[in-house]
């Protein structure tokens, strides 16, 4: 599996855009990128998944290069409730895809 | 609720006790899986069943026994833990062929006294 490296922490006030990005220097032709959520004693939830260019939801968009060995999720005018650990992963498209989590990026969000 | 479902939500138990938790999931998938969380650490994989068959064990001690009796279900059965098994259990579930992700219960807080 492609390892990911994201910082560790981010601060923001609400209102404002928050950009995270994730490395995957490994990332093979069959893999996808996936984002999750999650908030303090409750499960990761899906943001968004994407395997390049630009995916949009009404959650978030993901930006992902050509190259595929980088990519950032926008999250458009965060609020205090958008503070949380998001996870960047790289998934296989085709059999089991077991997730494996790294240690994600803790967003806090200031008034 | 995310269609995965939890139980208990929180459970304290003795090194000595026998518990078992519960998971349920209602979206039709035919892929769970068992994680544990402990505090300050990624999410650790310890289970998966695809189809309500056993396909990975993370190296995860005896002391802790899945057993999947149908596509909905899963279980943990615990016993003689140790403290350092006090963690956040979550199950999650997910369409092994679909490329949108793992559904999430909310999860188990355990305690071993």
């Known amino acids: 599996l492609a390892k990911t490296t994201q910082p560790i922490s981010m601060d923001s006030y609400e209102g404002q855009e928050v950009n995270i990005t994730c490395s995957h220097n490994?990332?093979?032709?069959?893999?996808?990128i996936t984002w999750y959520q999650q908030f303090p004693s409750q499960g990761p939830r899906f943001i968004i998944q994407?395997?390049?260019t630009k995916v949009t939801n009404e959650v978030a968009s993901l930006f992902i290069p050509a190259d595929r060995k980088s990519s950032t999720l926008s999250l458009p005018r965060v609020s205090l409730s958008d503070t949380a650990v998001y996870y960047c992963?790289?998934?296989?498209?085709?059999?089991?895809?077991?997730?494996?989590f790294g240690s994600g990026t803790r967003l806090q969000v200031q008034p | 609720e995310t269609g995965v479902t939890q139980t208990p939500r929180h459970l304290v138990m003795g090194m000595t006790n026998k518990k078992s938790l519960k998971c349920e999931q209602h979206l039709g998938h035919n892929a769970m899986y068992w994680y544990k969380q402990s505090a300050k650490k990624p999410l650790e994989l310890m289970f998966v069943?695809?189809?309500?068959?056993?396909?990975e064990n993370n190296s995860v001690p005896s002391r802790f026994s899945p057993e999947c009796p149908n596509s909905s279900h899963l279980f943990l059965h615990l016993h003689t833990l140790q403290p350092e098994d006090s963690a956040l259990y979550l199950c999650a579930s997910s369409q092994e062929e679909s490329s949108y992700g793992y559904t999430f219960g909310s999860g188990t807080r355990l305690t071993v006294v």
């Open positions: 490994n990332i093979a032709t069959n893999d996808y």
């Open positions: 994407g395997y390049k």
């Open positions: 069943y695809s189809l309500e068959e056993r396909v």
């Open positions: 992963l790289v998934v296989k498209d085709t059999g089991r895809r077991a997730l494996t």
